[in-house]
């Protein structure tokens, strides 16, 4: 009878859950779709004079081409310039400065693939995510291909600065360990020097809890549970890349293209094969959600070096404070009305103390890492 209360009120956590991650997703999305709607209807009744304007350029004032850009790379979930419509992951940093770059990656891609994927977003050319990393995840080799770089002169006279936002931060710290080890075939000149600086905010470098209490298994930190909020997830993000949308996947996607799920290549039993888990990122681990455990983190860092030339800066977040010896947000004004219980779910998870702790040390009172 216990067992079977407990079932219960995990299946009435899910569904509510799941409700209001869909409910915040439509949000987002008829936010973008009424954004772009708002800016078309405003362009076309009102569409400005052409005027010539001439600037005198001034010798004495700093060339802007002669600053190091800022790239900003998104988090889980997240998107890059000219995805989403008119919307912006960094509040419209990109159109502030033309110097600003907010590359578009794989947003439930794996760490080691969106590392990948933004070295040619800057340099241009195919992606090649490696001969034996894409037989080992199952995957092809190459993904997409970019005919000309955002900033094909990159070199170390030409470095770079960072700026990672949670998974972002890490994919950086991946990107210049592949830097320092000429991981990307046809540079053999490339150091981790090619980057000036790295800028964390709330970077995921030593994982987040939060992955468990979505559903990754505390012991391992690399399969889900049965029943939980990411098999969902999976499912959705399956059928989604399947149906292969053109329109859809240009306004939104999850960055699985190089793993070749669409029907017009698998047919349906690869739609089933994907969904028993048999095929696809799922099967493999070649997501990013392993990777932002703490054991995933663990199996990261123990590859990353940090490096002399290289500025780096992180700047934590806490928004929980104890209320009468209760953990709980510290401002409930300032969280979204659809997210205000997962975010004191979160507040309030602690690691399991039938689970052997993921490392030495591990205090069960820590529950968010960033």
């Not at 997501?287 to 940090?306: F, Y």
């Not at 009305?337 to 069960?364: E, M, T």
Request: net charge neutral; proline share 5%; hydrophobic share 40%.
């Amino acid at each position: 009878m216990i067992r079977l209360w407990i079932s219960a009120l995990q299946l009435a956590e899910l569904f509510v859950s799941s409700i209001i991650h869909l409910l915040y997703g439509f949000y987002i999305c008829s936010t973008a779709v009424a954004g772009d709607i708002s800016q078309t209807l405003n362009e076309w009744y009102f569409k400005p004079n052409a005027s010539l304007e001439v600037k005198r350029e001034n010798p004495s004032e700093t060339n802007i081409d002669d600053l190091p850009p800022i790239v900003l790379v998104h988090g889980i979930f997240g998107f890059g310039k000219g995805k989403f419509g008119g919307l912006s992951y960094f509040a419209g940093a990109e159109k502030k400065d033309e110097r600003v770059l907010v590359p578009d990656l794989g947003s439930l891609t794996s760490v080691y693939d969106r590392a990948r994927e933004l070295f040619y977003y800057l340099k241009g050319g195919q992606v090649d995510y490696g001969e034996e990393h894409s037989k080992a995840c199952g995957h092809s080799q190459f993904g997409r291909n970019y005919e000309q770089g955002h900033y094909p002169e990159w070199d170390e006279d030409h470095p770079i600065h960072f700026v990672g936002h949670s998974a972002g931060a890490q994919v950086v710290r991946v990107l210049q360990q592949m830097l320092a080890d000429k991981a990307f075939k046809g540079y053999e000149n490339t150091s981790e020097n090619w980057i000036l600086s790295i800028t964390a905010l709330s970077g995921a470098f030593n994982g987040t809890t939060r992955t468990y209490l979505d559903g990754m298994l505390p012991e391992d930190g690399r399969m889900m549970k049965p029943m939980c909020l990411l098999q969902l997830c999976r499912v959705g993000a399956i059928i989604y890349e399947w149906l292969d949308i053109a329109w859809l996947k240009n306004y939104y996607s999850f960055g699985f293209d190089h793993f070749t799920m669409s029907w017009k290549k698998v047919g349906l039993w690869g739609l089933v094969d994907c969904l028993l888990g048999n095929a696809g990122p799922f099967s493999t681990g070649d997501w990013i959600l392993p990777d932002l455990t703490i054991q995933g983190s663990i199996r990261l860092n123990c590859h990353l070096q940090t490096f002399p030339n290289t500025y780096y800066f992180s700047y934590a977040t806490k928004r929980t404070r104890k209320f009468l010896g209760v953990t709980i947000p510290s401002g409930f004004l300032c969280i979204h009305p659809l997210l205000f219980i997962r975010v004191l779910q979160i507040s309030r998870w602690r690691y399991p103390l039938d689970v052997s702790p993921p490392y030495k040390g591990y205090r069960c009172a820590l529950n968010n890492i960033c």
